[in-house]
T-cell receptor, first 111, second 116 residues
Framework: KNQVEQSPQSLIILEGKNCTLQ??????????LRWYKQDTGRGPVSLTIMTFSENTKSNGRYTATLDADTKQSSLHITASQLSDSASYICVVSAGTGKLIFGQGTTLQVKP | DSGVTQTPKHLITATGQRVTLRCSPR?????VYWYQQSLDQGLQFLIHYYNGEERAKGNILERFSAQQFPDLHSELNLSSLELGDSALYFC???????????????FGPGTRLLVL
């Protein structure tokens, strides 16, 4: 069964600190993996997209990694800001054209 | 602003009713996707249209249907509504098809549906 699991479910950190969010998937065939940021009540915004051959991709203070062998991905946020408070969703695209979404990690950055 | 528009923003209706949600993709985008986001289910992919044709189906109920028109806007029709259909419905668009491509999907602001 195609699944995407994210951890932790929620996270609270202090402003300026770094954090890492995890995503494990069992999706076959694999096409690509995406990380989205979703502010409360708004549509998700794409952060990174990685294919099978890519190990790392950065977007400003966001760096995503992909290990296709272990089927794991992480999203690292550097020097967190209050505006980083949001849900972060890992999405895996199957070769069939379907997208499988993780449940998301809710991040709260406190001053 | 992603460039994707959705109407209405909010919708309150009763069980058993039928509603239509509308989505206008970004200028030039040929693909439209519909998603449902409820509190206990997270984001669920419903259906994908490309240039008027259905390309992929996700967890879409038989009571739900969608279409994409020649001007590329799309409508999601929800019928025989149940309390559990209360959710945020998002539309997203991308330039071409997806799957093996690294296309970014741009999400609209969503339609919040409340079924009473």
């Amino acid at each position: 069964k195609n699944q995407v699991e994210q951890s932790p479910q929620s996270l609270i950190i202090l402003e300026g600190k770094n954090c890492t969010l995890q995503c494990n998937y069992t999706v076959s065939p694999f096409s690509n993996l995406r990380w989205y940021k979703q502010d409360t009540g708004r549509g998700p915004v794409s952060l990174t997209i990685m294919t099978f051959s890519e190990n790392t991709k950065s977007n400003g203070r966001y760096t995503a990694t992909l290990d296709a062998d272990t089927k794991q991905s992480s999203l690292h946020i550097t020097a967190s800001q209050l505006s980083d408070s949001a849900s972060y969703i890992c999405v895996v695209s199957a070769g069939t054209g379907k997208l499988i979404f993780g449940q998301g990690t809710t991040l709260q950055v406190k001053p | 602003d992603s460039g994707v528009t959705q109407t209405p923003k909010h919708l309150i209706t009763a069980t058993g009713q039928r509603v239509t949600l509308r989505c206008s993709p970004r200028s030039g985008d040929l693909s439209v996707y519909w998603y449902q986001q409820s509190l206990d289910q997270g984001l669920q992919f419903l259906i994908h249209y490309y240039n008027g044709e259905e390309r992929a189906k996700g967890n879409i109920l038989e009571r739900f249907s969608a279409q994409q028109f020649p001007d590329l806007h799309s409508e999601l029709n929800l019928s025989s509504l149940e309390l559990g259909d209360s959710a945020l419905y998002f539309c997203a668009s991308s330039q071409r098809d997806r799957g093996r491509t690294q296309e970014t999907q741009y999400f609209g602001p969503g339609t919040r549906l409340l079924v009473l």
